[in-house]
Each structure stands twice: as structure tokens, then as C-alpha cells.
């Protein structure tokens, strides 16, 4: 994320596309609220947006000042790279969290490989898609690109995340194994996807419970533990 939203100088060490080492503001609040649910997704979407968004105001900020053509050729850069990092996100989180299409609507594979490479691929992590292009319902490609989320967390220093079929047809489910230099499994997140309850969710764990709720509402269940070196995430009937 940006080191500061207000900051004009191009060379202040901000960079485009990094997201905030700090996570929103957690506030702990009943499991069932589903306004209260509503409204910490809606924060972890601006909490992915702020940067990229932020980025492109201090490239216009930087080019208001008349700058030095070193300077200006740095803030058109910055401006270019982080508007399409904000489109890629975008684009993803609508798939992944918003509705993207009306209540049963089916969601071309392909389109979601596209989404998760452009949200979730840099020069660090890199995306090895083993699923085949078919439709889908809506819900269990939403749960998948949601697990995808969760494996890339347990890479924080980068590496592969491949993503493999669990049996085939409108039941299919997913396996998405994370391979990365000190892979680790964060056990508040592998809490939250199990099955057992819960008595609160907060700004931290809301992206985990969301692909618990998807996986349950898909009938399947939704894992995530240590395999070898890896870190697995795995949903299944």
C-alpha cells in the first residue's frame, strides 16, 4: 500500500499495486449480521483499492507541480501501471465477492482464470491452472477465486499457487496448493473455514468465513492444512 495517500514526491518509496501490511480496523460482530457482513466485505474491497487508487492521485499530484521530464516520465508510469492494477482488482472483486450476474447465472472458467492472474500473478507468484473451461454456477467459482485468496496468503514471500480438480462436472470441486519460500498456515484462517462455530467474525477473518459460507452453500466443505512443504486448500462434497 501507499506510504502515504498525500505525499508528492515520486520518489518517497511508493510503489504501485503493494497492499497495506496493516489489515482494516478489526471490529468483532455476530457471525449471523449479514449487514455487519455486508459491510466488512465492502472494507476489505476498499482496503485492496486504496492503494493502487492512492498511487494514481499522487502521480496527478506530482504532474500539478510542474515536475523536472525524469519526474514526469516517473508519475505517468505510476499513473499507467496502478490504473490497470486497479482495473484487475476490480474486475476481481466483483467476481469474487459482488453478485456478477443475476441469482443462478453460470460463470465461464476461463474468464475466472483470467480474473485470479490478473489479481494474484507479479513477478513473485505465479498462477499453474489445471482446471478445464466449462461454466460453473456462480457460488463455486466465486468459491473458488476465494481460495485462491487464501492460499496466496500463505505465501507472503512469493512462489506457485496451482490450482487442480477435485472429480468433474457441476460438482466439481477444487484444490489449489501453495508452494513458497517459508509457506505458512495461518491457524486463525484455517479456523474460521472449519466447520465448528463461531461466535464472532471481525476484518480479519471476514474473507475466510465469506469462503466457508460459499462452500456451504454449495454443499461442500472447505479445508486448509499442511502437505509436505505446501499448504493446501482444498473444498469438496
Not at 6 to 28: C, F, I, K, M, Y
Not at 93 to 102: D, E, P, Q
Not at 119 to 125: A, C, G, R
Not at 217 to 227: K, R, Y
Request: charged share 20%; aromatic share 2%.
Amino acid at each position: 500500500m501507499l506510504e502515504s495517500d498525500h505525499s508528492r514526491s515520486p520518489h518517497n518509496g511508493l510503489q504501485e499495486g503493494q497492499r497495506s501490511d496493516t489489515p482494516p480496523s478489526p471490529v468483532a460482530v455476530p457471525a449471523h449480521d449479514a449487514l455487519e457482513l455486508a459491510a466488512l466485505l465492502c472494507s476489505r474491497v476498499c482496503h485492496d483499492l486504496i492503494s493502487p487508487v492512492g498511487a494514481i492521485v499522487n502521480g496527478l499530484e506530482v504532474l500539478d507541480d510542474n515536475p523536472k521530464p525524469d519526474d514526469r516520465e516517473f508519475a505517468l508510469d505510476l499513473i499507467r501501471k496502478s490504473a490497470r492494477t486497479a482495473s484487475a482488482r476490480l474486475q476481481f472483486c466483483r467476481l469474487a465477492f459482488g453478485a456478477a450476474g443475476s441469482a443462478g447465472a453460470q460463470i465461464d472458467l476461463g474468464d475466472a482464470q483470467t480474473m485470479a492472474r490478473g489479481q494474484l500473478e507479479d513477478e513473485k507468484t505465479k498462477v499453474v491452472w489445471n482446471l478445464p473451461r466449462v461454466l460453473l454456477a456462480k457460488n463455486r467459482v466465486k468459491l473458488l477465486l476465494n481460495m485462491m485468496v487464501i492460499g496466496h496468503q500463505t505465501i507472503p514471500g512469493g512462489g506457485v499457487l496451482t490450482v487442480d480438480p477435485v472429480g468433474e462436472g457441476d460438482t466439481i470441486g477444487f484444490r489449489v496448493t501453495a508452494n513458497g519460500l517459508n509457506a505458512r498456515l495461518p491457524q486463525n484462517i484455517a479456523d474460521m473455514l472449519a466447520s465448528g462455530p463461531l461466535n464472532a467474525v471481525d476484518a480479519h477473518a471476514v474473507q475466510p468465513y465469506y469462503t466457508r459460507l460459499l462452500a456451504q452453500s454449495c454443499g461442500m466443505t472447505v479445508g486448509l492444512a499442511p502437505e509436505g512443504d505446501a499448504i493446501v486448500v482444498t473444498a469438496s462434497s
